[in-house]
Nanobody
Framework: EVPLVESGGGLVQAGGSLRLSCAAS????????TGWFRQAPGKEREGVSC????????YYADSVKGRFTISRDNTKNTVYLQMNSLKPEDTAVYYC???????????????WGQGTQVTVSS
């Protein structure tokens, strides 16, 4: 069973919006911080945004501040990433992940989804 399943990716024009969702199963989602990461071709995986499971504190990479919003619904075991004002440089495979610790370091995360492609055309 895949612990995290992303959905909502696709092709969008620059300036458009997408909402990614990530459904968790098989572990105590409410006890885990969650994050969104992305990896573009030829680049390392980078942290996009994270949210704690406790007080809702969030982290955003400088490149997405003011454009992306992370949220989670523990009753649905789901984390979301609302992406507005998308740019071609946002094109990447987006992954969600979960970890007991709140961190933007992808190497620390225990559970991963399989990723969803986001492509932003100019």
């Amino acid at each position: 069973e895949v612990p995290l399943v992303e959905s909502g990716g696709g092709l969008v024009q620059a300036g458009g919006s997408l909402r990614l969702s990530c459904a968790a199963s098989g572990f105590s989602f409410e006890n885990y911080a969650t994050g969104w990461f992305r990896q573009a071709p030829g680049k390392e995986r980078e942290g996009v945004s994270c949210i704690t499971n406790r007080d809702g504190s969030t982290y955003y990479a400088d490149s997405v501040k003011g454009r992306f919003t992370i949220s989670r619904d523990n009753t649905k075991n789901t984390v979301y990433l609302q992406m507005n004002s998308l740019k071609p440089e946002d094109t990447a495979v987006y992954y969600c992940a979960a970890d007991r610790d709140y961190t933007s370091d992808p190497s620390e995360y225990d559970y991963w989804g399989q990723g969803t492609q986001v492509t932003v055309s100019s």
